[in-house]
């Protein structure tokens, strides 16, 4: 259908997320209208939606109908349904960072431009990094367990063998050196590790925090020099089941593994087992291949396994300045036809 840009041109803001946290309020309601570009009608769709993964698998009858005459779409990606009942869509912005469940519903095909939100949750999963990984590294671990059991014992720490250890001098292995990557890399770089980055494309300088940078066909020879292994790359079809058994065996006894990126990146029943074998010291995981994960995995019972339920980006107060910024900041050039921020390669799928 042609698209008369005489017509008031419309935005559909899907972002009624029934988790509080990644719900747009009433206050990023007024910064859209107070800053949208003239000639735009804003429609809310009110309707509760999915912000879990990767979004919704569906849309509501309210997103549907708002849809059909949308020139942008801003939601926790876009469905199926959704974008065969757009008529006149030429861009999708997500609110989430991962597109794998958007390039599943045909968008790869049409010239509809695809924006994420990669980077906006980086400083949040940063930290939460830094946090998996000192819980291991000081023994933290073994202190709750030992605080639940009231017992008083400092054999663990203090052994010959205690696998205690600061970050600085670690050498830690980033799978993935976009905005997640990096900003892990920032923190643990400024507290002494050695960053080392893995990504797809060898043009690009090293960024800031980063020792150096090595392509995913090094990744079997950089393994056994790794202390921690962060994987914080997009799920492709280059990087789904990327650590197998074989390479988490390749990790050094006492490697901490950490998992901010998805689930199918990891075989998690070799995770377990090594875990259980006391062959890596420990696994930071907030991603899993079934989520929520199965109340009979044996993750759960591992005290070397730290279970999160898929938070680590959430940042109350926080999110919404900085996705907003991201997302006016593209909507101006959307308008003025300036090459957009986090435009999906929809093929390469990030």
Known sequence: MEYNLADTRRLVLDLAATSRNWAL???????????????????FVRSPTSSDGDGPVGGSQESARLIADAE????????????????????????????????????????????????????????????????????LDVAIAQQRRSEWNKSFFVGHDSPLREVSGARVLIVGAGGIGGEVARRLSALGAVCTGVRRRPDLPVPAGFAEVLL??????????????????????????LMTRARLELLPRCA????????????????ADLLD?????????????????????????????????HV???????????????????????????????????????
């Open 25 to 43: 309020d009433a206050g990023g309601e007024e910064r859209l209208r107070r800053e949208a570009p003239q000639g735009w009608a804003l429609d």
């Open 72 to 139: 942008v779409y801003f939601g926790f990606g876009i469905t199926a349904d959704l974008l065969r009942a757009a008529r006149r869509l030429r861009w999708v912005h997500s609110a989430a960072a991962g597109v794998g469940n958007v390039l599943t519903t045909g968008i790869a095909d049409t010239d509809i431009a695809l924006t994420n939100s990669a980077g906006v949750h980086g400083p949040p999963i940063g930290e939460f990094v830094v946090a998996g990984v000192l819980h291991f590294m000081r023994g």
């Open 216 to 241: 995913l066909a090094d990744l079997d020879r950089a393994l056994p020099q790794a202390d921690v292994l962060v994987l914080a790359a997009p799920l492709t079809a280059d990087t789904s089941e």
């Open 256 to 271: 901490i593994v950490v998992n901010v990126s998805r689930g199918a990146l990891l075989d998690e029943d070799a995770l």
């Open 277 to 309: 074998a006391d062959r890596l010291r420990g696994a930071v995981l907030d991603v899993f291949r079934a989520e929520p994960l199965a109340s009979d995995s044996r993750l759960w019972q591992l005290r070397s396994a730290l279970v999160v339920p």
């Open 312 to 350: 680590s980006p959430v940042s109350p107060g926080r999110f919404w300045a900085r996705a907003l910024d991201l997302f006016l900041d593209n909507w101006r050039r959307y308008v003025n036809d300036v090459p957009l921020r986090n435009l999906v390669d929809k093929q390469a799928g990030y």
